[in-house]
T-cell receptor, first 110, second 115 residues
C-alpha cells in the first residue's frame, strides 16, 4: 500500500491560492490519488481525484507530475470556510483496504 | 439522494452496556464501511462490507460486531466497550469496494463516549 506524507498544518489568508502537496513515493501503476476534506465533527467529503497530469473541478485542481510520486491539491482564492483538514489517499480499483494519511490542517486567516 | 445517515448522533454508554450504531444509504452502493476516528487523528478503517458480505476486518476487537442486514443498512453492535473506545464512528459507502478508487460518501458520524 502506498504511504502518503503531507504537511501537518498550513496557514493562509482569505483570497489566496493554497497548494497542499502529498508525497507518495511507492505509488503503484494502478493507483489513483484522491483528496478529501473534513470539517470538525463531520465525515470527510470527496474533493477531487486524478491519475496523472492535471484535473480540475469546480472546487479545486489536482496536479500530478509525470513520475506520480507526489501530487498537489490547489484551492483557488480560499475563504474562511475552507478551514479544514485535507487528506490525501492513494489507492486503486481493487478490493483493498483504504488508509487515510495524517492529513493537513489548513487554517485560513482573515 | 447522496446522503449517508447515521443514528444516533451522540451515544453515552457504560462498559457493561450493549448498544448499536446504525447507518443507512439509498444510493445503491454495494460497499459500506465503518471507520473509527479519535480526536485530531485520521479515520481508521474498521470493517468493509461488499455486497452485504464482510470483506475486510482490520483486526478489530470482538466487542465490535458489524452487521449488514441488506444493501442499504449497516449496523455496528457494541458490547463491553472500554473508555479508550470513545471516538467518532463514521460510516461510509461507495459504489464498489476498492483501495480508494471509488468515491466514498461519509455520514456525519456517531460521537460515542464510554464511561
Amino acid at each position: 500500500l502506498a504511504k502518503t506524507t503531507q504537511p501537518i498544518s498550513m496557514d493562509s489568508y482569505e483570497g489566496q491560492e493554497v497548494n497542499i502537496t502529498c508525497s507518495h513515493n511507492n505509488i503503484a501503476t494502478n493507483d489513483y490519488i484522491t483528496w478529501y476534506q473534513q470539517f470538525p465533527s463531520q465525515g470527510p467529503r470527496f474533493i477531487i481525484q486524478g491519475y496523472k497530469t492535471k484535473v480540475t473541478n469546480e472546487v479545486a485542481s489536482l496536479f500530478i507530475p509525470a513520475d506520480r510520486k507526489s501530487s498537489t491539491l490547489s484551492l483557488p482564492r480560499v475563504s474562511l470556510s475552507d478551514t479544514a483538514v485535507y487528506y490525501c489517499l492513494v489507492g486503486g480499483n481493487r478490493d483493498d483496504k483504504i488508509i487515510f494519511g495524517k492529513g493537513t490542517r489548513l487554517h485560513i486567516l482573515p | 439522494d447522496t446522503e449517508v445517515t447515521q443514528t444516533p448522533k451522540h451515544l453515552v454508554m457504560g462498559m457493561t452496556n450493549k448498544k448499536s450504531l446504525k447507518c443507512e444509504q439509498h444510493m445503491g452502493h454495494r460497499a459500506m464501511y465503518w471507520y473509527k476516528q479519535k480526536a485530531k487523528k485520521p479515520p481508521e478503517l474498521m470493517f468493509v462490507y461488499s455486497y452485504e458480505k464482510l470483506s475486510i476486518n482490520e483486526s478489530v476487537p470482538s466487542r465490535f460486531s458489524p452487521e449488514c442486514p441488506n444493501s442499504s443498512l449497516l449496523n455496528l453492535h457494541l458490547h463491553a466497550l472500554q473508555p479508550e473506545d470513545s471516538a467518532l464512528y463514521l460510516c461510509a459507502s461507495s459504489a464498489r469496494t476498492s483501495g480508494g478508487f471509488y468515491e466514498q460518501y461519509f455520514g456525519p458520524g456517531t460521537r460515542l463516549t464510554v464511561t
